[in-house]
């Protein structure tokens, strides 16, 4: 039987944090993970580059069915936090579109970092390592792993969500919160590519690799970002943001020219007399692929000056107001993150503990708690990692 104090199922971004911070109190940590290497998801992310917090990050821009939960952790450890560890290691960083902070060399740094706060911390990491029984006896839980038992004082559940299952993500975690009693908010894809109907497929494919700069909607949720067309469907960072708020069956609606009046554009090229083909004025708004795609011949043969008022219209709600409903999402293949997880009415927003046993704790993706795409996941991992290594 090995004993400790502390054990964190789950070596990626949360549960490092934890490690280091429940090491630091001169608690006795091992991380168990049955992955063979420590923050795969790390080394993945950003294109290699990790794009490992925002600076401007606010409780809105997370999901959650408790939407107030997130705020406490977010306060108590803040970007600006894990920004001064980043700089007490000289690692390297810039900033891009929206706040986003990306590392200037390798998402390796950022995990080198974290090993080396472990290593101080005098934290153990048992890898290769799947667990097969988990209980709670006298105050203590009990651990089967392969021929090993462990005890310990406290279990932290670091263990991720569905997102990307060939990084070897699993469903263990919310299996392990309800053998424990605690509720689980039904979970979904985010931040995932769009699938397409068999029709639009067929003619939007043609579009495969254009991007273009949008605005997207569903309900009363609106991103602005680039809209990239795919041989599946459709991608790139707008979408990714949107798929977070989509339910199937919803339309989305897609303003292809958001910085350009086009009713007013086509109308003061008539009242001029341009003899201009609809098309050549609309090229130096979009690309000419886009606009085969989307607009019928007949238009955009048309002369400026022979359009009416009616079929003017008809190519503004064609480009700025674009209805399609998506087919689904491509899942957890791709998804980035997982939305839905352990209900956060169940845990203590101060510790990350469960409310019916103080000893097991919940954090990063596993939880309720889902980040827009920018930098914000990566922030809710430290941020909850740090506060339930506070008390863990």
Known sequence: MINTDVIILGAGASGLMCAIEAGKRGRRVIIIDHANKAGKKILMSGGGKCNFTNKYLEPQ?????????????????????????????????????????????????????????CEKAKVLMHLNSSIQAIDFIADRFVLTVGERQYSSQSVVVATGGLSIPKMGATPYGYKLAEH??????????????????????ERLSLLSGIAVDT??????????????????????????????????????TINFCPDTNLTELLKNNRQQKNKQLVKTVLETCLPKR?????????????????????????ITILLQQFQLKPNGTEGYRTAEVTLGGVDCNALSSKTMAAQCLPSLYFIGEVVDVTGWLGGYNFQW?????????QYA
């Open 215 to 252: 605005i997207v909607s569903v309900g009363k949720c609106t991103f602005r970002e680039n809209l990239l067309f795919t041989h599946r469907g459709l991608s790139g960072p707008v979408i990714l943001q949107i798929s977070s708020y989509w339910t199937p069956g919803q339309a989305i």
């Open 290 to 314: 886009l606009l085969t795609q989307l607009l019928p011949e007949a238009v955009l043969s048309s002369a400026i000056v022979d359009c009416s008022d009616k079929s003017i219209q008809q």
């Open 180 to 201: 424990f009693g605690l509720p689980i908010v039904p979970t979904r894809a985010g931040l995932v590519p769009f699938t397409l109907q068999s029709e639009d497929k």
């Open 381 to 389: 991992a430290w941020s909850s990692g740090w506060c339930a290594g």
């Open 61 to 117: 821009h997370y999901l959650s069915n408790n939407p107030h939960f997130c705020k406490s952790a977010l306060q108590r450890f803040t970007q600006w936090d894990f920004l001064a560890l980043i700089e007490d290691y000289q690692i390297s960083y810039h900033e891009r579109a929206h706040g986003q902070l990306f590392c200037t060399n390798s998402a390796k740094d950022i995990l080198a970092m974290l090993v080396s706060e």
